[in-house]
């Protein structure tokens, strides 16, 4: 398993969350998406390393932009 960590932008309920979830968990390998709209964190835990690319185009798809928290 492999998990990665990111900050989204924009969002301010929990439809904004609804969103995200729905869009991330489309990504190949994803396995479970955790999103706060409260703290504006990602958590994408995957069956392998997914690229954060693929990631950041989902939430962008979702509306929002996000950066990889390290």
């Known amino acids: 398993m492999s998990t990665s960590?990111?900050?989204?932008?924009?969002m301010?309920?929990?439809h904004?969350?609804?969103s995200v979830r729905e869009e991330v968990s489309e990504v190949a390998g994803?396995?479970?998406v955790e999103v706060s709209a409260?703290?504006?964190i990602l958590i994408v835990t995957s069956s392998r390393p997914v690229d954060d690319a693929q990631i950041l185009n989902?939430?962008?798809e979702a509306?929002?932009?996000a950066?990889?928290?390290a």
């Open 16 to 18: 904004c969350e609804l």
């Open 30 to 32: 994803v396995e479970d």
């Open 58 to 60: 989902a939430v962008d």
């Open 38 to 40: 409260k703290t504006g």
């Open 5 to 10: 960590t990111y900050a989204v932008a924009g």
């Open 12 to 14: 301010t309920c929990g």
């Open 63 to 65: 509306g929002y932009s």
């Open 67 to 69: 950066v990889r928290v």
